[in-house]
């Protein structure tokens, strides 16, 4: 099993910054791919961006290239989403999740999710 633990949303304006904290605990010994994804209200759950258990293989879903950035700190069983020049339209709740094995896209291929936090930008 493996407990996972958001924090950092928050009310930020247009063109702000805020950095997503994903805090995981339990059986991370095994080789975890880390995703962060996202649901506004009305819509499916939609994937962000997603690391590899190394952190070398990166990827961002073209909504927020080249403004958010992943980041996992294994030694101190962490993940980031670091987001820059925010826009009204990434208005959600953002969740971490965790698979076994390789990166995913799909939201039914990881098992353990966050409860979620909350990132509101005004215009």
């Known amino acids: 099993q493996v407990q996972l633990v958001e924090s950092g949303g928050g009310l930020v304006q247009a063109g702000g910054s805020l950095r997503l904290s994903c805090a995981f605990s339990?059986?991370?010994?095994?080789?975890?791919?880390v995703g962060w994804f996202r649901q506004a209200p009305g819509k499916e759950r939609e994937w962000v961006a997603v690391s590899s258990w190394s952190g070398v293989d990166t990827y961002n879903a073209d909504a927020v290239k080249g403004r958010f950035t992943i980041a996992r700190d294994n030694a101190k069983n962490a993940v980031y989403l670091q987001m820059n020049s925010l826009k009204p339209e990434d208005t959600a709740v953002y969740f971490c999740?965790?698979?076994?094995?390789?990166?995913?896209?799909?939201?039914?291929?990881?098992?353990?999710w966050g409860q979620g936090t909350q990132v509101t930008v005004s215009s």
């Open positions: 999740a965790f698979r076994r094995g390789t990166i995913s896209y799909y939201t039914n291929e990881y098992p353990y």
């Open positions: 339990g059986r991370t010994f095994s080789i975890y791919a």
